[in-house]
């Protein structure tokens, strides 16, 4: 086999070559998901070859067919036969040249249905026939192959495909007289543009509608609706195990129990989520704190929202609505009056007893002495006359409130203890007590003060044995003036309470 040294102009006439095929690689779309999957892959191209100088060969065009088959993790294996007829450059005579190849392939995928590749193979080629034309490489040579490559969708199964070759050659010469066999090494350079059919590809699903096909898809039971990354699974931007996209409510608090639609869950109707609430189970209408437990601003053990009167002076005792009792009518309430039995009138100090009376029993009484007028009689209990009128209402005078709320005020037990007695001493009948305001707030506030007055009236009632049916409370704001005039005095006479008797059967 005759050859000669390799001259330093084959290299660098192939490198343009290579360096074009990489340019035009970086310049393909970014990585998307690829669209269908690959079986079989067959093809033809036209191909340019530049031999190395010591085959003594010129460029030629030649072609060559393939036929490769797809593995996963984007490897696929082909073979190649290609078939150039170059000229030798010294006895201007051609010379066929046959190449038989084997490679690996690693797929790149740079658009949803392009690819960038490189691939690595061996092969052998034959130089000429015997007999051999001198002086060109005569025989079979090994070369090892390398080379980069791209395809680029036409259709769903036709792609053109075009790449770049480098052949690593190492043939033994025989010069000289008589021939002396030596090692050269020598390099050709080749690329090639084809068409290749992929046989069998299948289009790529995507199972959960997400836009991110399965070969792609790290999450494919993704919620249909649900916003999905580039790996196709769920952001949840609030932590509740509810998808953007399906979540009705996305900014939960953290910790929160939610519904299938991503909203929180309020057993106790709070607006204190389950699982942030550290009391579930707090009675509807109650005041809660950010815990969603229930607030007592007084500490009387009725939770704010269900005490009608929320400033009770502490360690007073108070019914189930949270106001404070005095069952003696002195101006002190029950719990805080230390002489709880005073007698109805009398003047009390701040703990309710008498000046001089020992705390908690009632003071003795005098001794009777001839000298000693008899003392007099305390007055019978002021009653009032309920006398039936049809339609009307007589005015409480005596029952008062304090400023801007519906806590009686002590004065008012006398009067109420009159209606009491009356009341008990006629089952049958049945009377309205109802809550007036004047018009200086808005109408809802009137309302809801007028009827928690009227309330406050028949729970005192009650608490002194008056059957709860026997008494209706009912509000009626500032609808019902009793004078129209709007100085300070007639606002004052429309501020009131009244007590009307109903028809038999109301």
Not at 5 to 10: D, E, F, L, Q, Y
Not at 145 to 153: D, Y
Not at 362 to 391: C, K, N, Y
């Amino acid at each position: 086999m005759l050859t000669y040294r390799i001259p330093a102009r084959g290299l660098a006439r192939g490198l343009p070559l290579l360096g074009a095929l990489v340019l035009s690689v970086s310049c393909l779309p970014a990585a998307q998901a690829q669209e269908r999957r690959y079986l079989f892959e067959v093809g033809a191209a036209g191909a340019y070859h530049s031999f190395g100088d010591s085959t003594d060969l010129g460029g030629a065009v030649g072609g060559l067919a393939r036929v490769g088959v797809w593995l996963p993790l984007n490897v696929s294996l082909e073979a190649e036969a290609d078939l150039a007829n170059p000229k030798s450059q010294t006895l201007d005579q051609g010379v066929k040249v046959r190449t038989f190849s084997a490679s690996a392939l690693y797929n790149l995928l740079l658009g949803s249905d392009s690819w960038a590749y490189a691939k690595l193979g061996v092969g052998t080629t034959r130089y000429g026939k015997d007999p051999c034309v001198r002086p060109t490489i005569c025989g079979t040579v090994n070369p090892l192959i390398a080379g980069l490559g791209f395809r680029v969708g036409l259709t769903p199964v036709v792609m053109l495909r075009g790449e770049g070759l480098v052949n690593f050659n190492r043939a033994t010469s025989d010069t000289g007289t008589p021939p002396t066999p030596r090692k050269v090494n020598f390099t050709n350079f080749g690329l090639n543009v084809g068409v290749s059919i992929m046989l069998g590809s299948k289009p790529i699903p995507d199972s959960d509608h997400d836009g991110v096909l399965n070969n792609r898809d790290r999450c494919p039971d993704t919620p249909e609706g649900a916003q999905v990354d580039a790996s196709g699974c769920p952001a949840d931007n609030d932590s509740d195990g509810v998808a953007n996209g399906v979540d009705r409510c996305p900014n939960t608090a953290v910790g929160a129990t939610v519904d299938a639609n991503g909203c929180p869950r309020d057993t106790d109707n709070d607006n204190i989520a389950d699982g942030v609430d550290k009391c579930p189970d707090t009675p509807e209408g109650v005041l809660v704190d950010a815990r969603g437990c229930p607030k007592d601003s007084d500490g009387d053990g009725i939770a704010d929202g269900l005490d009608r009167c929320s400033d009770t002076p502490k360690g007073a005792t108070v019914d189930a609505l949270g106001c404070p009792g005095d069952e003696d009518s002195d101006g002190v309430l029950d719990g805080l009056d230390r002489c709880p039995r005073t007698p109805i009138g009398a003047a009390v100090n701040a703990s309710g007893c008498i000046a001089g009376q020992s705390q908690g029993r009632a003071p003795a009484p005098a001794a009777p002495s001839e000298a000693s007028p008899a003392p007099p009689r305390p007055a019978p209990p002021r009653t009032l006359d309920l006398s039936p009128i049809s339609g009307a209402g007589r005015v409480l005078e005596g029952v008062t409130f304090e400023s801007g709320s519906a806590r009686l005020q002590a004065g008012s037990y006398v009067e109420l203890d009159s209606i009491a007695k009356v009341l008990l001493a006629s089952p049958n009948m049945k009377v309205e007590i109802s809550g007036h305001t004047d018009d200086s707030g808005t109408p809802a506030d009137n309302m809801r003060i007028s009827t928690l007055r009227a309330e406050a009236v028949r729970n005192y009632l009650v608490a002194k044995g008056v059957p709860f049916q026997q008494i209706v409370a009912r509000g009626y704001g500032a609808t019902v003036p009793r004078t129209p005039d709007t100085t300070p005095r007639g606002r004052a006479a429309n501020r009131r309470v009244e007590i009307r008797i109903l028809p038999p059967g109301s």
